[in-house]
């Protein structure tokens, strides 16, 4: 039997011993994030920055709105960085047990202020994407511009004094394109959702940088100064903004 999953000194997976649980959550999505690796001639630089241990808050920019950044970076942190991320995701997932059962087995957790404060407690390392909805569903045509950082992940990372470390993810913009955005009120009030113009991704060279690691010198209460809260965000914001911009102009191509 061909092994797809053997790295050097690992056992061989035999797929027939195997149940159907390990299969649908652990062989198949590792051997399709090596292949959307391969695809994407993912780089990754930084990875000595994520903490060995400890409460650490990891915070990407969003987009692309398929979701593949979210995916993409928690197998990375997982496989490359020794950490068992639990990730911040869209209650949409959690709606029904069809969708909330995987996303549980692939360590989404719904996006929320108590969860996320939960985890980082237990010293967990957690993903958060600040720009919410707004920056994964944004226009193509504002393309790596981080939208308005919501300010609760600068609050967690206060009250739990976990790590705070940025990440910046260029490639996505390219790989779906997306034409606009609406906004849902009648029915679904608050919700956004992307007018794509591609489903397959386009294989646009993708990169992933962990930058250095941020600890907030304040304690806990701190979380309760909302200027000092705003100030820090929008410290972090602009200082991954300064980050995205010159990784995304000094790249020699998109797509070659």
């Known amino acids: 039997m061909i092994n797809f999953f053997k790295k050097p000194n690992e056992k061989i997976f035999n797929l027939k011993n195997l149940d159907r649980e390990t299969l649908l959550y652990k062989v198949f999505p590792r051997f399709l994030m090596e292949i959307l690796k391969k695809y994407f001639r993912l780089e990754v630089e930084g990875l000595e920055n994520i903490p060995k241990k400890g409460a650490v808050l990891l915070t990407p920019n969003h987009s692309g709105y398929s979701g593949f950044d979210a995916v993409l970076l928690s197998y990375i942190i997982s496989e490359q960085g020794k950490r068992v991320p639990r990730v911040l995701t869209h209650h949409l997932w959690f709606l029904t047990p069809t969708t909330a059962l995987p996303a549980q087995k692939l360590g989404f957790i719904e996006a929320t202020y108590e969860n996320g404060l939960q985890y980082l407690k237990k010293k967990n390392a957690v993903v958060l994407f600040p720009e919410g909805e707004k920056g994964n569903f944004k226009p ?38 997306n034409l606009s955005q609406l906004k849902l ?55 991954m903004q300064e980050a995205l911009s010159k990784e995304s102009k000094n790249r020699e191509s998109v797509y070659f």
């Not at 992940?153 to 990440?167: G, K, Y």
């Open 140 to 177: 193509s045509r504002k393309m790596y511009q981080l939208q308005e950082f919501k300010r609760g992940f600068v609050r967690m990372a206060l009250e739990s004094e976990a790590v705070i470390v940025p990440v910046i993810i260029v490639g996505a913009e390219e790989t779906h394109i």
């Open 185 to 239: 009120t009648k029915f679904l009030k608050g919700i956004i959702i992307p007018l794509p113009l591609n489903v397959i991704p386009l294989p646009a060279k993708w990169k992933i940088k962990f930058l250095p690691p941020i600890q907030l010198p304040y304690k806990p209460e701190a979380a309760n100064d909302r200027e000092l809260v705003h100030d820090i965000a929008q410290d972090i914001q602009e200082q």
